[in-house]
């Protein structure tokens, strides 16, 4: 069985086609393209372009409001299907769903703490060097003296080395710090929306 998708405004994947269990992603010559069908029989132009068999695909997953299809396969490799057009991306999503009968699919809105973890991570790993830099900051700016024994960049020295530029210049830093964050995280969770899946049974 062969099922294609033509995506004259696609970048990266002008075409993506479905043939005997295999997933093809690419940009053909224009003319090979155009006279495409889905009776077409002279195919060989699909040794050039990339291609991700149904045994590889571990899992595939579409968020509502991205442009993007993402399909895991292997040990941790990923690969988009860019889609702009929201209805042509839900039918190769359902027809990937259909074809691949074996994956359980499920739909959900991720949770906001696994959705921005990377973000709230960095948030909580910057507080607590802050927290630590500006307590040294101020024994120093109280006359204690502190000494890393040993070379080497260790986060000690790190610390130590950003204690010495002062209790302002440390409360500074991190406002300037947590607003970025804080930028990157409400920006995070701006685009969080449902989210579909297509998982190997194991």
């Given at each position: 069985?062969?099922?294609?998708?033509?995506?004259?405004?696609s970048k990266t994947n002008k075409l993506i086609l479905v043939?005997?269990?295999?997933?093809?992603?690419?940009?053909?010559?224009?003319?090979?393209?155009?006279?495409?069908?889905?009776?077409?029989?002279?195919?060989?132009?699909?040794?050039?372009?990339?291609?991700?068999?149904?045994?590889?695909?571990?899992?595939?997953?579409?968020?509502?409001?991205?442009?993007?299809?993402?399909?895991?396969?292997?040990?941790?490799?990923?690969?988009?299907?860019?889609?702009?057009?929201?209805?042509?991306?839900?039918?190769?999503?359902?027809?990937?769903?259909?074809?691949?009968?074996?994956?359980?699919?499920?739909?959900?809105?991720?949770?906001?703490?696994?959705?921005?973890?990377?973000?709230?991570?960095?948030?909580?790993?910057?507080?607590?060097?802050?927290?630590?830099?500006?307590?040294?900051?101020?024994?120093?700016?109280?006359?204690?003296?502190?000494?890393?024994?040993?070379?080497?960049?260790?986060?000690?020295?790190?610390?130590?080395?950003?204690?010495?530029?002062?209790?302002?210049?440390?409360?500074?830093?991190?406002?300037?710090?947590?607003?970025?964050?804080?930028?990157?995280?409400?920006?995070?969770?701006?685009?969080?929306?449902?989210?579909?899946?297509?998982?190997?049974?194991?």
């Open positions: 069985m062969l099922k294609l998708w033509k995506l004259s405004d043939k005997d269990n295999c997933i093809y992603k690419g940009n053909p010559k224009p003319d090979e393209l155009n006279k495409l069908n889905s009776d077409s029989s002279d195919l060989a132009f699909l040794n050039h372009l990339f291609s991700i068999p149904y045994s590889y695909i571990t899992s595939i997953q579409s968020q509502v409001g991205k442009n993007e299809i993402k399909i895991y396969f292997g040990n941790g490799s990923e690969e988009e299907l860019i889609i702009k057009d929201k209805n042509t991306k839900k039918e190769v999503f359902d027809f990937l769903k259909q074809d691949i009968p074996h994956f359980k699919y499920s739909s959900e809105l991720p949770s906001v703490l696994r959705y921005a973890k990377p973000q709230f991570f960095a948030l909580l790993f910057m507080t607590a060097l802050f927290i630590w830099s500006l307590y040294l900051a101020i024994q120093i700016e109280n006359g204690a003296e502190y000494e890393i024994i040993g070379g080497g960049r260790s986060i000690t020295s790190i610390v130590l080395a950003i204690a010495n530029l002062g209790v302002f210049k440390n409360i500074i830093g991190y406002i300037i710090l947590l607003g970025i964050i804080s930028i990157s995280l409400f920006g995070k969770l701006k685009s969080r929306s449902e989210t579909e899946f297509l998982i190997r049974q194991k």
